[in-house]
């Protein structure tokens, strides 16, 4: 079945350094591919998404890239900032046929602590 | 505004005491899900809903039911509460078919706690 593979946090970073998270996935047909965020006390909400090989997803200076030769969707930031604290999730929604069917398969999530 | 509503956000309750979570949306989507969140395991599906009338088991369904009487409503029953079932669930909605990239919107949360 569908899984994804988040890096092992927590991680922590001080303000303006350069962030990286990594992501791998197994799946079957062509999934899209998401990153949601949880701010403390709060709901996921969408990040970015991408949904097809080689797609450049991008918000809030956050970009990953859909790669499927390596199935990968890394995200990144090229200077965090404190209020960047979060829990990151990367996800997959099965669109077998292309037809996307509406469930996501999370990582288990990397909490990102930013220091002034 | 595009939301997603679950009540209560915050619950203790005692084992076997049955208890409704609601959830509701007001995006005219068919896809409705629910999912815990547990520390180290992100999240995992319970239960989803294709369309009204329609649901079926996610990956951890044991110990709860749904219904899906009306598009937007769709409530997560806990007949008989364990301790392990404490956890925060979290109610999402999607456009699914062909018109949809599988984007889910979340609502807030439920903080259940099971003594």
């Known amino acids: 079945g569908d899984s994804v593979t988040q890096m092992e946090g927590p991680v922590t970073l001080s303000e303006e350094a350069f962030l990286t998270i990594n992501c791998t996935y197994t799946?079957?047909?062509?999934?899209?591919l998401f990153w949601y965020v949880q701010y403390p006390g709060e709901g996921l909400q969408l990040l970015l998404k991408a949904t097809k090989a080689d797609d450049k997803g991008s918000n809030k200076g956050f970009e990953a890239t859909y790669r499927k030769e390596t199935t990968s969707f890394h995200l990144e930031k090229g200077s965090v900032q404190v209020s960047d604290s979060a829990v990151y999730f990367c996800a997959l929604s099965g669109n077998a046929g292309g037809t996307s069917y509406g469930k996501l398969t999370f990582g288990q999530g990397t909490i990102l602590t930013v220091h002034p | 505004e595009a939301q997603v509503t679950q009540n209560p956000r915050y619950l203790i309750t005692v084992t076997g005491k049955k208890l409704t979570v609601t959830c509701s949306q007001n995006?005219?989507?068919?896809?409705m899900s629910w999912y815990r969140q547990d520390p180290g395991l992100g999240l995992r599906q319970i239960y989803y809903?294709?369309?009204?009338?329609?649901?079926d088991k996610g990956d951890v369904p044991e110990g709860y039911k749904v219904s899906r009487k009306e598009k937007r409503n769709f409530p997560l029953i806990l007949e008989s509460p364990s301790p392990n079932q404490t956890s925060l669930y979290f109610c999402?909605?999607?456009?699914?078919?062909?018109?949809?990239?599988?984007?889910?919107?979340f609502g807030e949360g439920s903080r259940l706690t099971v003594l």
């Open positions: 809903s294709m369309n009204v009338e329609v649901t």
């Open positions: 799946a079957t047909g062509y999934p899209s």
């Open positions: 995006m005219n989507h068919e896809y």
């Open positions: 999402a909605s999607s456009s699914s078919g062909s018109s949809g990239t599988g984007e889910l919107f």
